[in-house]
């Protein structure tokens, strides 16, 4: 019993670090193929148009957002 409980601790450990080292390039090549890309479209000059539609759409909800908190804390 001991041997299979030493065993099933290194394959566990070994499972671990092989699941968080595949979560971390996962997560890496999600950030080398488009959140770069999108970081680099919103400091050029010349902003794409899908950008500025986002862009704006994101604006108009976080102003709904930000009126919508603030006259909750009006009625306080």
């Given amino acids: ?5 030493k065993a099933a601790l290194i394959g566990l450990c070994i499972g671990l670090i092989w699941g968080v080292g595949c979560a971390l390039v996962l997560l890496y090549s999600i950030y080398l193929a488009g959140y770069r890309k999108a970081v680099q479209d919103s400091f050029a000059s010349d902003q794409p148009e899908r950008f500025k539609k986002t862009a704006k759409s994101y604006s108009i909800q976080m102003l709904g957002r930000r009126h919508q908190f603030t006259s909750v804390r009006s009625k306080m």
């Fill in 1 to 5: 019993m001991l041997v299979f409980g």
